[in-house]
């Protein structure tokens, strides 16, 4: 058995999944049967101010699926928690108490104002909670009252209050980054100067699902209107992926402990988050896809692989991707590698030929002695994957290096060194 | 998709296990059950789901494989998108008996069988239940997707209301020529509605496809009228601008056996003209025990509906082996499923008879003998029966084609025709089942049809 066990920030948990910070983290109730079914810590749902915001009353989800209806993206307008601040604050210092060995983690939303939050961080102290998460993440309703969102996307604001709460509580303070934004290493780095001990991420990205044709509206509407939510789920884990890594790999943040979150369903996206930097991640639209139950599936799936990799704690592979992830800049020019199609996975449906023919380098052929046959034309083929990528057959076409020789294509002796654009001779910024 | 209900569940009915022949062997609800529809449609996400399994393959074989050559990756990308009308109307405007084609084609042979998924895990995408999905959509819709080009003039005639005649009737009308289409029976439809087994068509699809095809326009129908009876091709041609012959196959090969004329002793296509006639299925007269004398998709045919209609033991007997039947694959396990016993090498040598009672049938094995002829060996069976079906085949009946007959060259006994399916009568065309080396399928009757219209349209516009 590998260990599971988790420690983030002090943060003892059994296991490195917790629930995010969202409905499934609102109420006592779910999280009981969360803690029974062996999540290892929740971050609950995010507190306010009184009076508690008010929901909508139409719908507060919407999805985009696949033919069969598998959710692959999700999206939602609900607010932080919408009850009073004291319910909540008991119900967490009774699960505490009561579950000692999982993490509590609470999230944090109150204006940008220093008073605020000094007001509400004793509260949450008070209760036993592990540690705090602000939620400047949250792309709407609250972002357009100045929280949220609105917040994460000015990165004096996030270092502001990143001091503040460092400033006026005792607890590790995690500042959970918006997408929203079009460099996240910036609000990063200003967590990191406010003096805070991690950021989580990614948040929900700014989304409209699809639209009704016949109503002419965004779909899910409230009264026929409808406005743009928070988009999370499979579709947004490429996004993630890259963020926690610009953020894992950048000399200002290297070493501040991330949380990832953005569509984390198995353990094989949780696997690959960790192996980026993250040191545990958070799930969300998993469970509200399937049940809490999914648990059994991360950790025994986690589990598994670590096992088969030796890998003995869930640190040992924390980050053991990041030396691999450069910029285009570093990549070696002198790597040249060619389609191979294995006739003998091949079910003839030429795919990749009409798509190398109409998009790509007319590299594949569809005919050979006049019947239907798809080989790779090495003097065409850049190999650029696109043919793998659209193949329905996993490993029918793979990508072969070559080590020797010539390429056919560019009529260039294959060398073996390393050579990148930074040198390049095309380059005019080149390097002598 | 069989749903195996077929046979069974006579008890408490007054037919039940009668001796000999009887009617109302079955009760009501299994007279629905075991003639309703045998593939249910799918459901719009069922749909949705298999639709999303097409990889909208380059160059797709499924649609090599279609003898009316229907784009198949679009008609299926259209239903993956929920354009279910503009699917159908690309089934239809290469195959106008698009909804018969989706429940009577040998898909397992043709389309799906050169799927590529078969490769890949050998199931292949639902294109026939799909392609009824699309077909069904729009003709519940009760829409014609075509519009007629202004009348041209030209007139043509059309012998044989079946998939041939009228699906060449459809495209001739398309083009603005003016149709009259003269069928023999009381009923358009030819096989679709007089031979497909009724759980393949069931609910009135074949006349609905019918009344569909018709609504184009510019088409006008004779039936109960029959060429060499009531009209001659000499008129036809004298009174139009081309013909078309399309009339099937009316003749029916014989056993040549003693006792071929007992009454229990029933050519297979005309027990199902009946059945598919039938108002009341309880009014068959059906045997307990039944022998199918044949091996081809009509022999599983009247085989399953025997067993469906009550009939306690139903074998199908074949003269070779089990690969050289021309029922498929599929339609040989639909029988097995169904309770009907297949045996091979079993040549029918005597009708056992009580006075005009058939009791039974002599059969000698048979086996491949010098020179690979079929031959007859020693050893015998012998199946008890009430009922014996002749389903041995039919033949062309050149006869009807009177004096014409002496300038229309035939080929292996049907008429011979070229690519575009011209006889050798100036101004004369045929294809369906009549023509030789047809394929005795639906969608290659559709498709001859299809190929002459286009043949007569330029030979009628040509300057």
């Known amino acids: ?80 928690s919408d009850r009073p601040l004291d319910i909540n604050l008991r119900e967490i210092k009774q699960l505490k108490r009561n579950w000692p060995d999982r993490a509590m983690v609470v999230s944090l939303m109150v204006p940008c104002e220093e008073a605020a939050w000094k007001r509400i961080l004793p509260l949450v102290e008070e209760t036993g909670a592990d540690g705090i998460e602000l939620n400047f993440g949250c792309p709407h309703g609250m972002s357009e009252r100045g929280m949220g969102s609105a917040v994460g996307q000015v990165p004096e604001y996030v270092e502001m209050v990143a001091r503040w709460c460092k400033a006026n509580t005792r607890m590790p303070v995690i500042v959970k980054l918006t997408p929203n934004i079009t460099d996240i290493r910036h609000p990063a780095r200003a967590a990191n100067t406010g003096g ?12 409209i699902v699809s639209v009704d044709l016949d109503r002419m509206a965004p779909n899910p509407h409230t009264d026929g209107k409808g406005t743009h939510g928070g988009y999370c789920g499979p579709a947004v884990k490429p996004m993630a992926l890259n963020m926690v890594a610009e953020i894992a790999r950048d000399p200002a943040t290297r070493g501040l402990p991330i949380s990832g979150i953005g569509g984390v369903t198995t353990w094989r996206d949780a696997a690959e988050f960790m192996a980026l930097g993250a040191s545990n991640v958070q799930v969300c639209t998993a469970a509200m896809t399937y049940g809490f139950r999914i648990i059994e599936e991360l ?48 079910i003839q ?28 034309i090495d003097a065409e083929c850049v190999g650029c994957n696109l043919c793998v990528s659209v193949c329905p057959v996993e490993d029918c076409i793979t990508m072969e290096a070559l080590t020797e020789g010539v390429d056919p294509r560019t009529g260039r002796p294959i060398d073996p060194s390393y050579a990148n654009w930074t040198t390049h001779p095309n380059n005019p910024q080149a390097a002598e | 998709m069989a749903d195996g209900s077929g046979g069974g569940a006579a008890g408490g009915n007054a037919g039940g296990m009668a001796a000999g022949i009887a009617t109302g062997r079955l009760g009501e609800a299994d007279y629905r059950r075991n003639f309703g529809d045998i593939t249910p449609p799918l459901t719009r996400h069922e749909a949705l789901v298999e639709a999303d399994r097409c990889y909208f393959c380059y160059d797709a074989p499924c649609l090599q494989a279609c003898p009316t050559s229907i784009d198949i990756p679009l008609f299926i990308r259209q239903i993956a998108t ?11 405007s290469q195959n106008i008996f698009g909804g ?14 050169a799927c590529v998924r078969n490769l890949a895990e050998d199931k292949p995408v639902e294109i026939g239940r799909l392609q009824r999905f699309a077909t069904d959509h729009l003709l519940a819709r009760g829409e014609q ?134 108002q009341d299925l309880s009014s068959l007269p059906v045997g307990r025990r039944v022998v199918v004398i044949g091996g081809g998709m009509t022999a599983i045919d009247i085989a399953v509906q025997s067993k469906r209609l009550g009939a306690e033991d139903v074998t199908v007997v074949y003269r070779r082996g089990k690969d050289a039947m021309k029922a498929s694959e599929y339609e040989q396990e639909l029988a097995q ?94 294809g369906g089942d009549c023509v030789a080396d047809g394929q005795d399928l639906t969608v290659a009757a559709v498709a001859d049809g299809k190929r002459a219209a286009d043949s007569i349209h330029a030979f009628l516009t040509k300057a």
């Open chain 2, 337 to 430: 499923i169904n309770g009907v016993k297949i045996k091979h090498w079993g040549l029918p040598h005597r009708i056992l008879a009580e006075g005009q009672r058939v009791t039974g049938v002599e059969f000698r094995y048979g086996r491949i003998g010098a020179g690979g002829r079929l031959e007859a060996g020693e050893e015998s069976f012998t199946l008890e029966a009430d009922v014996v079906f002749k389903a041995i085949g039919q033949s062309f009946v050149p006869a009807a084609l009177g004096e014409a007959l002496e300038a229309l060259e035939l080929s292996g006994g049907r008429l011979a025709v070229d690519e575009e399916r011209r006889t050798s009568l100036a101004g004369v065309w045929a």
């Open chain 2, 82 to 92: 929920e354009n279910v009308s503009g699917a159908a109307r690309t089934i239809l």
């Open chain 1, 299 to 346: 950790t025994s799936g986690l589990n598994s692989w670590m096992e088969e990799k030796g890998y003995q704690r869930v640190a040992d592979m924390v980050g053991a991707a990041i030396p691999n992830v450069t910029d285009w800049r570093y990549l070696n020019l002198n790597y040249v590698v060619k389609a191979r199609i294995d006739q003998d996975l091949c």
């Open chain 1, 196 to 207: 805070a001990d991690a950021v989580s991420l990614i948040n929900t990205v700014n989304s």
């Open chain 1, 349 to 376: 449906c030429g795919r990749c030929h009409i798509v190398c023919e109409d998009t790509s380098h007319q590299a594949i052929t569809a005919t050979k002695d006049g019947k239907r046959h798809f080989e790779v």
């Open chain 2, 145 to 278: 997707p075509f519009e007629r080009e202004a009348a041209s003039g030209k007139r043509v005639a059309v012998v044989g209301g079946g998939p041939a005649g009228l699906a060449c009737a459809h495209r001739l009308a398309l083009h603005g020529h003016a149709v009259t289409v003269f069928e023999a029976r009381e009923k358009l439809g030819g096989l679709n509605e007089y031979g497909i087994a009724a759980y393949k068509v069931a609910g009135g699809a074949a006349q609905r496809e019918v009344d569909f095809v018709l609504s184009i326009g510019g088409i006008e129908t004779r039936c109960n009228m029959a060429l060499g009876r009531d009209i001659t091709l000499a008129e036809l041609r004298r009174d139009h601008d081309a013909v078309f012959l399309g009339m099937g196959l009316a003749g029916v090969n014989a056993l040549e056996q003693e006792g071929e004329e007992l009454p229990g002793v029933i050519d297979a296509v005309d027990y199902i003209a009946k059945l598919r006639q039938a």
């Open chain 1, 1 to 80: 058995m590998a260990d599971l066990r988790s420690d983030f920030l002090g943060i003892k948990s059994p296991n490195p999944f917790w629930l995010a910070s969202a409905p499934p983290t609102d109420r006592e109730v779910n999280v009981v049967r969360a803690f029974k079914a062996g999540w290892g810590g929740v971050v609950w749902k995010t507190l306010g101010e009184d009076p508690p915001v008010v929901n909508v009353n139409g719908p507060r989800y919407g999805a985009v699926h696949s033919a069969d209806r598998r959710l692959i993206g999700f999206n939602n307008i609900e607010l932080i």
């Open chain 2, 100 to 113: 018969m084609c989706a429940r009577d084609c040998p898909t397992e042979t043709l389309c799906e069988q």
